[in-house]
């Protein structure tokens, strides 16, 4: 398996880093596409669209999923093999119906798999949970995973984070909250 991370792309969508580039986005998505249409089609390609992870913090905080919604419907449509899952970011003080209402708009092919890393040990369950349930209400069927992955974590810390994602899993915690989302668009 593949996995693309896609973070100094957003810093430049979102203006923190400067950029030669003519035409920002459009440029992006086409690298984006190229470089996932290079990998074999009998090899497993996912996406994890990413805000940072300097020291636990973003380069700049996303004032909703709109823009990681469009550079993900546009690569989805661009490519010419499938993505198996797509992982987006849920900043742990987002349990807000805005942060997530784009997601109304995400437009996957069948066999693309959504993670949304709302999973944060400074809050525990309770906030992933919390995160759940909101995000439950535009889009359902999804996977839960940390933010930016185990990679950056400290060692010690990961017990705590997968027993968090344990027990929002354990007992349907997990489908109960997603029981009540509307469904996501598909193609």
Do not use: M
């Not at 470089?35 to 805000?51: F, K, Q, S, T, W």
Request: glycine letters at 10%; proline letters at 5%; aromatic letters at 6%.
């Amino acid at each position: 398996a593949i996995q693309w991370d896609v973070a100094v792309e957003f810093a430049i969508l979102e203006g923190v880093f400067p950029t030669t580039l003519e035409n920002p986005e459009e440029d992006i998505i086409d690298r984006l596409v190229g470089i996932g249409n290079a990998v074999p089609e009998d090899v497993d390609l996912g996406y994890h669209l990413c805000y940072g992870d300097y020291k636990h913090h973003h380069f700049t905080e996303p004032k909703d999923t709109s823009v990681l919604v469009r550079v993900a419907n546009a690569v989805s449509e661009g490519l010419e093999r499938s993505i198996q899952w797509l992982h987006l970011p849920v900043p742990r003080d987002r349990s807000d119906d805005e942060y997530f209402a784009p997601l109304e708009n995400l437009e996957l092919h069948p066999e693309t798999e959504l993670f949304l890393g709302l999973v944060h040990k400074t809050d525990g369950v309770e906030g992933t949970l919390r995160r759940l349930q909101t995000a439950s209400k535009v889009v359902e069927g999804f996977g839960v995973a940390t933010e930016c992955g185990l990679g950056r974590r400290p060692a010690e810390t990961i017990p705590d984070l997968l027993r968090i994602h344990a027990q929002v899993a354990e007992g349907g915690a997990a489908s109960k909250a997603t029981g009540a989302g509307a469904q996501r668009s598909t193609r």
